[in-house]
């Protein structure tokens, strides 16, 4: 199976930028004006997963609560220090998350949407399986 999360946004390229630069996944193709809307798949090659960010004429209408959440796992401890040394070099805050298991186990950001993001080191999700 493979999955595709899809949102629209009002700002592609703002969204592709963040995405890429700061969080290191990779634009796996676009689309332009198909039935009046452009798009980016943005993943890493090789995954049965990715995003899907689309932006047309009509308006982004964002509604989502504190506690829904993406969350990034890093493979290595290293990439995820990593991530978060980058964060701090490029000034993208950190926000408390209404869920304390994520200020325990990560750091909590916001992407350009508003949508909040959880980077947490691997081990993290391997002690909530245990």
Not at 3 to 29: M, P, S, W
Not at 49 to 76: C, G, M, N, R
Not at 77 to 85: A, C, F, K, R, T
Not at 108 to 119: A, E, F, H, L, N
Request: charged share 25%; net charge negative.
């Amino acid at each position: 199976m493979t999955l595709r999360v899809a949102r629209h946004t009002n700002d592609l390229k703002r969204i592709e930028d963040f995405y890429v630069n700061v969080l290191g996944f990779e634009q796996l193709g676009e689309f332009q004006n198909h039935n009046n809307y452009s798009g980016i798949f943005i993943g890493k090659s090789g995954l049965d997963w990715h995003f899907e960010f689309t932006q047309s004429e009509s308006e982004a209408k964002h509604i989502f609560d504190e506690d829904d959440v993406i969350v990034l796992y890093p493979k290595a401890m290293s990439d995820y220090n990593g991530l978060i040394n980058k964060l701090v070099h490029l000034n993208i805050s950190t926000i408390t998350a209404a869920n304390p298991f994520w200020n325990e186990n990560g750091k909590m950001i916001q992407d350009p949407d508003g949508y909040r993001i959880v980077i947490s080191p691997l081990k993290a999700v391997i002690s909530e399986i245990e």
